[in-house]
């Protein structure tokens, strides 16, 4: 089932969501919806929030579906540990249409749950490491214009207000 993406503006994106602490059948479905939901969404990544439900999960592929071993399910992550640095675009499915160079570790290492509730750690670089920062911080409330300059942040509020007004958004 694809769900509706709840874009940038909704209250449910910018609260803590709550533990997953259930890893049973209804877990094993949310995440393939959550999946199925990312790939028609041609991302990368993709937070429970952002489908409305406030729960520690998300599903990371960055291979686009190409590579099933890319496939990742993250439960209750948490970075822990970051190394250099890297400079590059970065958008979310939240904010449709609005990207901007926003930094981020160049590695990041997560320790979560797999769907079947098992602890994993991993290390990812590049666009991995850029995927753990931003899904596990839509987890916390957070998004990555966040991380942007004052100045660009509010300029790309300033633009989703607009498109709200003309019930564009
Ligand atoms: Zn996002």
Redesign the pocket.
Known sequence: MIYPIVKYGQAVLERPAQPVKEFNSDLEKLVADMFETMYAANGV???AP?IGISLRLCVIDISGSQDPQAKLVLANPVIISTEAEQMEEE?????PDFRAKTPRPLRASVRAQDVSGKEFTTTGEGLLARAFC??TE?LDGK??IHHLSRLKRESIKRKVRKLMKAGEW
């Open positions: 990544g993709l937070a952002q958008g979310c499915l939240s904010l931003h899904e839509h998004l990555f």
